[in-house]
């Protein structure tokens, strides 16, 4: 083999190893890498500080803060030195009890332990459901607007990604006819993700039963993300996609991240909704366990401790971050009514979000929302998520799991952008 040149480099050819091409833009499909690319628009010499409407992270402000019992859950199964070994790859088997008895009490039936398998946070449970699924050829079925790490795992394991329609004129729900009009014979499963990253709405006990009849005629099962289940403040209350198991086989994703306002803890889990055990007759089932076999767990502590967490959290504590999150989506969608380019098509009532339609023909030297959001992070200090991350081109998604003084004054921020940016009419 040559030497390198006279300075001592070498040329990138001479070798044979090169990374995966998936991961080559993988982060640019991602809510991570469009808020990295905000992030670097920022004024490094400016002395405000940012206001972070754009990642649904309340656990960065105090009116977020988890409850005392979680916390002394944690530092019990620590110091109690009954957890520093390994967990089996499905996950203690007494956390695994504890989630089946937290979710049996929306059910009709009763889970088993069994059903549950722990995965560190909701994203490794999307991981594993999306790697379990990827056969040659397969495709899946996923909402426009959505969480784009379902695209982001998909393009990795190579599974087909067939998009279908919220619809925001009908509160955000899902467009049965165009999933009828996407299904083949090659179609594996629809993503539900209720209550709604990023729309905030909250489907109907009717219309999850229209779904789950939908999805039981076209043969696919359902993956319901509810990851932000019971974090509803509207007229609809959170029905879970597991009360219609009997008619279609559901995998439920969840986590304590946002119920319990600590994404970092990293514990989430994939739970078997399906009182007829098809899924146990597929075999998918097993493929989750394989899987869980070749990946990492959540921190064993954590296991631990959930079982005192459930237990222990008292309906206070839930009253407060439900009240505190309406406060702050009232305020959120007040003070969108005072800007004249951005329109709310539906007022939130679910998880931490919502999102609103950007009319660019209002502004002057703006020309999509990607465009928008880099110079309201460059002039204002203001990151909110363009559309374009949700597959919705001149839409926003906007975070008010802040602190409500900071959200007053970002979106207050956010008119005064609009305004120095608007037409002038001669």
């Not at 044979?16 to 992030?39: C, D, E, K, Q, Y």
């Not at 620590?78 to 956390?95: E, K, M």
């Not at 631990?304 to 309406?326: M, R």
């Not at 931490?352 to 460059?378: G, P, Q, R, S, T």
């Amino acid at each position: 083999m040559e030497k390198g040149g006279e300075d001592g480099g070498e040329s990138a050819a001479q070798w044979r190893f090169v990374p995966n091409a998936a991961l080559a833009t993988a982060s640019n499909t991602t809510i991570r890498g469009f808020l990295n690319l905000l992030l670097s628009n920022l004024d490094g010499n400016g002395p405000r500080p940012v206001i972070p409407l754009g990642h649904g992270d309340p656990s960065n402000f105090p009116c977020f803060r988890t409850t005392r019992a979680a916390e002394d859950a944690i530092v019990s199964a620590v110091l109690s030195a009954s957890f520093n070994s390994y967990a089996p790859t499905v996950g203690l088997a007494t956390a695994r009890c504890a989630i089946a008895e937290y979710l049996s009490r929306d059910l009709p039936y009763k889970l088993s332990p069994d059903d549950v398998f722990l995965a560190a946070g909701c994203t490794q449970s999307i991981e594993i459901v999306i790697s379990v699924l990827a056969r040659p050829g397969a495709n899946i079925l996923l909402p426009r607007p959505g969480f784009p790490f379902y695209e982001a795992r998909c393009g990795f394991s190579n599974l087909e990604i067939r998009h279908y329609d919220l619809l925001p004129e009908r509160d955000w729900e899902v467009d049965l006819e165009m999933v009828e009009s996407l299904v083949d014979e090659n179609t594996v499963a629809m993503v539900i993700i209720n209550p709604g990253n990023p729309c905030g709405n909250v489907f109907t006990h009717q219309h999850l039963a229209k779904v789950a009849k939908t999805a039981r005629k076209l043969g696919i099962l359902i993956i319901a993300d509810e990851v932000y289940g019971h974090l509803t403040f509207g007229s609809n209350p959170f029905v879970p996609m597991g009360l219609f198991g009997d008619t279609v086989p559901v995998l439920t994703l969840g986590s304590i991240s946002k119920r319990w306002l600590v994404p970092g803890w990293r514990l989430g889990w994939i739970v078997a909704c399906d009182p007829h055990g098809v899924l146990r007759k597929t075999k998918v089932v097993d493929c989750i366990e394989n899987f869980l076999n070749i990946s990492t767990d959540p921190a064993t502590f954590v296991q631990g401790a959930l079982p005192q967490i459930i237990e222990n959290t008292s309906n206070d504590f839930f009253f407060k971050v439900i009240n505190t999150l309406k406060q702050a989506s009232d305020i959120c969608f007040d003070k969108i009514k005072e800007i004249d380019c951005i329109t709310c098509p539906h007022k939130p009532e679910g998880s931490m979000f919502v999102m609103v339609k950007l009319d660019i023909a209002y502004l002057d030297n703006i020309n999509d929302d990607v465009e928008f959001c880099c110079k309201l992070a460059k002039e204002e200090s203001v990151i909110i998520l363009p559309g374009s991350a949700l597959g919705m081109k001149n839409w926003l998604r906007i975070t008010f799991a802040v602190e409500p003084s900071s959200l007053e004054d970002g979106l207050s921020k956010l008119k005064a952008f609009c305004q120095r940016h608007m037409k002038q009419i001669k």
